[in-house]
């Protein structure tokens, strides 16, 4: 079930939101919450409830022993184990595969023939995200950030919550501790106006730009031997605005979603591509997960507080490796992470000289860097990713594909919203009535394409 | 952490005004289904299909439709406005929801006409439709049951009672691609589930009706046929591209002219022989049931369209697989003592020679054949009645 699908607007999401307020206590709040996600999520699979949901109890459990351990050694028991669980299931649903083909290929390159089982695993959606949302739970109650909660139906809503459940934001506990604790006193009325709006937001990103765009490109990026240089760029750059509008788009309806429920979610995206270095761009660009990789990697690496400045490039890299590895099982999100990996090492290198460029410099240089990364990240394989990079930098002229115009005019839209306009965060919700005409009239449009039954799932749905 | 609260209760907040926007949504939905389909169909078929039939026929009964520019199903898969080749199109149902003149149901019926779409005419004017070319050959009247697929025998023999057909001709139309489902089963509902033939029975056909009416009415949304055409109106390929295309195979034949194709109609089964032989058990099941109604099997076997024309493409297709399994159902017939009249040859060499004329047995922008090939399939019955 998509956001932007006729039976989650008009069936699911009336029926979660009315039977939650008329639910009194906080525990019936977080039992309907809990068994609507889990409807939410069987519609994909119902067979990877029982994942989640083993997940979910391994989780709480391993809370609770916490709380209850004093010795040390026992506590660290307590949170070892139970994230080399979470890390074996993502490990075997996402990357077994991964790890088969690359043993395989390496002995091919070294003339050993190595038979390895390919196993036909289905990847669990969403398993990416509640996992990292457990394991944060874990590490911060070991940390004794927070205090693991003892109740099971709070947990289980905040784990599987089906707002930020299949595609972010990674929400870490002590973000909606608050919200969940006073869900019984939430009053329905308070952040319905700014709920309704983020969520409008997002889904006309989503489907009037991401979608639009993903319409015209994507037959072109399956021909990219023949594009145009013209036509090459016009795809990376389509796909740089698709990316951003698709994701922050999802993220603001999750956001609007989590309001019209009592619960506040975290940013995602705070405008990245006004980011002026790139590791301004990573402050701006999903934050719940930069941060998490900040926090629970490369700060435990040592971050920036090591001995020699060697060691800060290597936890810069490591993470960044790992970064780009948790999006997808290809070598091709690897090289993605590592290349933004080895351009954060050279800002923290000579990061004083990119600093006095002018500031429309730094903005142009940072936005040139971020879409040549973008061609790893969408390109199927390194060869294509060549290709693309090949088409772009030497001159070659041929017919441009179908949609130009569209693709223009969406173009413009998006690079004026992205580069120029105030995010979602940013912009007063108090809509005055003709802004408000135009939001109507924009969520109109949105509910139209939705109803023509043609839906492209979130980008980020395929981790 | 956002806390940007806001507590409006203005009609102009967007927590009242978008679930209104989206209740008025739905309500038109709702209340636009109760307004007739036909002014956003281009053909009868979606106009007067019922969905969920009753236990008689499977279009709306007692309807007339008419369109001046019509177009071809395939054209419109691929969104192809370019591709389109209009005709007129009338299509009129009888009381029991079967395409046959309003007329009173004929007493001197000879025979009855069953298959699928192909049998149903569509496409067709109503005076070129397989039934109408061979009321016209034989004299007497062939009634048109055709349907989404053919009727089941119970259907059948219900259909000969009502319009008091004891002695006369079943006409069973196979159209090729049929071969590589798999053929129903050998009761006389085709193995409706049991549960369905208990409502039937127990609720009766009045009430099938009753109950059947109003779901066929609201399950098809004309808001969302209009957000389609909408959307394809865009994809004109300049302001967004086509994506509809990738759907259909464009081809030229030799004459110049465009041809459109399904990507299945391509398709052969796996193991003809196979596939042949259960459904010429089937069919020897069927024949037997309806001798001992007093009526009698002539299975006429229509070849794909893409069959008769790959050859005669400007780069032409093989067709050894749909021959071989053609020449399979042949030799299963034969085998299972079912009487049948292919078309192939018949069609190949028709479609050979009147190439450059223009003189087509199917139409360019659908898979269905036209006026030329009922006739000629009309004739190719008519000239094997006694065998």
């Known amino acids: 079930m998509l956001f932007n699908s006729l039976i989650f607007l008009f069936l699911f999401l009336p029926v979660a939101y009315f039977v939650f307020w008329r639910m009194r206590t906080k525990n019936q709040r977080f039992i309907w919450l809990t068994f609507a996600s889990y409807v939410f999520y069987g519609t994909w699979n119902y067979r990877f409830c029982a994942l989640m949901a083993f997940s979910t109890v391994v989780s709480y459990f391993a809370g609770l022993g916490m709380l209850g351990a004093a010795n040390p050694r026992r506590r660290k028991l307590f949170l070892v184990v139970p994230v080399a669980i979470d890390l074996l299931l993502l490990g075997f649903f996402k990357y077994f595969n991964f790890a088969v083909a690359t043993f395989t290929g390496v002995g091919t390159l070294l003339h050993v023939s190595i038979h390895a089982p390919a196993l036909n695993i289905i990847l669990p959606v969403g398993i990416s995200f509640y996992t990292f949302h457990t394991i944060s739970y874990m590490v911060d109650a070991y940390r004794r950030v927070i205090t693991p909660t003892r109740n099971f139906w709070e947990f289980s809503c905040y784990v599987s919550l089906f707002s930020q459940l299949v595609a972010g934001p990674i929400v870490r506990f002590r973000q909606v501790e608050t919200d969940l604790e006073n869900l019984d006193h939430a009053d329905r009325t308070r952040w319905l106006n700014i709920g309704w709006s983020f969520f409008a937001i997002g889904m006309m990103k989503k489907v009037l730009l991401a979608d639009t765009i993903a319409a015209v490109i994507n037959p072109a990026w399956k021909d990219v031997a023949h594009l145009s240089t013209l ?3 016009l795809c990376v750059l389509g796909y740089t605005y698709q990316i951003y509008f698709d994701f922050s788009g999802y993220s603001d309806m999750a956001v609007g979603l989590g309001y019209l429920f009592g619960i506040r979610l975290p940013q995602n995206f705070n405008s990245p591509y006004k980011a002026l270095n ?140 992205a580069h120029v306009a105030p995010n979602t965060f940013e912009i007063n919700h108090e809509w005055k009535p003709w802004t408000i005409a135009g939001l109507a009239v924009g969520y109109s449009l949105a509910l139209l394409a939705i109803a023509s039954g043609q839906q492209l799932p979130f980008l980020y749905f395929q981790f | 952490m956002n806390d940007k609260s806001n507590n409006s209760a203005s009609i102009w907040g967007t927590g009242r005004l978008l679930p209104r926007l989206m209740l008025l949504y739905f309500i038109l939905d709702i209340a636009l289904r109760f307004v007739p389909l036909d002014p956003l169909t281009f053909r009868a078929w979606e106009a007067m299909l019922r ?7 499977p279009f709306t009964p007692s309807k007339h439709y008419h369109r001046d520019n019509s177009y071809g199903g395939v054209a419109n898969i691929g969104n192809l406005p370019a591709e389109r080749r209009y005709r007129t199109v009338d299509f009129t149902t009888d009381a029991f929801g079967f395409h046959n003149p309003p007329s009173p149901i004929q007493t001197d019926s000879i025979g009855i006409v069953v298959g699928d779409s192909f049998a149903v005419g569509s496409e067709l004017p109503e005076h070129e439709t397989l039934s109408a070319q061979l009321s016209r050959r034989f004299g007497g009247y062939f009634y048109n049951a055709g349907a989404p697929q053919p009727l089941h025998l119970s259907s059948l023999r219900a259909a000969a009672q009502r319009i008091g057909l004891h002695r006369g001709l079943v006409i069973y139309e196979f159209l090729e691609a049929r071969a590589w489902q798999d053929p129903p089963a050998t009761t006389p509902e085709g193995a409706q589930g049991a549960g369905q033939r208990f409502i039937f029975r127990t609720l009766g056909q009045e009430w099938i009706d009753r109950f059947s009416t109003p779901i066929n009415q609201l399950h098809s949304s004309p808001l969302q046929a209009i957000s389609a055409k909408l959307e394809k109106k865009l994809q004109d390929n300049t302001l967004l591209p086509n994506s509809f295309a990738g759907f259909v195979i464009q081809e030229k034949l030799r004459n110049g002219d465009s041809i459109l194709f399904l990507p299945a109609e391509f398709k052969t089964p796996d193991d003809p022989r196979s596939a042949a032989a259960r459904w010429g058990a089937y069919l020897a099941w069927y024949s037997n049931e309806l001798r001992e109604s007093g009526l009698g099997l002539l299975v006429l076997v229509v070849p794909n369209r893409s069959t008769i024309y790959s050859p005669l493409l400007a780069q032409p297709r093989d067709v050894s697989a749909s021959l071989s399994a053609l020449g399979s159902l042949a030799q299963a017939f034969q085998n299972a003592g079912v009487r049948a009249v292919s078309l192939q040859n018949r069609y190949a060499q028709e479609a050979a020679t009147h190439l450059n004329e223009k003189k087509y047995l199917y139409l360019l922008d659908d898979t269905h054949w036209n006026g030329n090939g009922t006739a000629i399939a009309a004739e190719e019955i008519f000239n094997h009645r006694n065998e």
Do not use: E
């Open chain 1, 278 to 417: 790139i590791a301004d761009f990573w402050r701006r660009w999903h934050i719940s997960l930069s941060t998490c990789l900040r926090d629970y990697l490369y700060i435990p690496l040592g971050g920036s507080r090591v001995s020699a400045p060697w060691l800060v490039y290597r936890n810069l890299l490591i993470t960044m490796l790992l970064g780009g590895l948790w999006h997808g099982a290809n070598w091709t999100f690897v090289f993605w992470g590592a290349y933004h990996g080895v351009l954060l090492c050279l800002y923290k290198m000579f990061g004083r000289l990119w600093d006095r460029l002018p500031t429309a410099l730094q903005r142009v240089g940072t936005f040139f860097l971020i879409v040549i990364g973008w061609v790893f990240f969408r390109a199927d394989n390194f060869s294509a990713a060549a290709v693309m990079l090949a088409r772009m930098f030497t001159l070659s002229v041929g017919p441009l594909f179908p949609g130009l115009v569209g693709l223009l005019i969406v173009l413009a839209i998006a690079a004026v919203l």
């Open chain 1, 231 to 233: 036509g090459a760029w």
């Open chain 2, 51 to 57: 969905r969920y039939p009753n236990a008689v026929g």
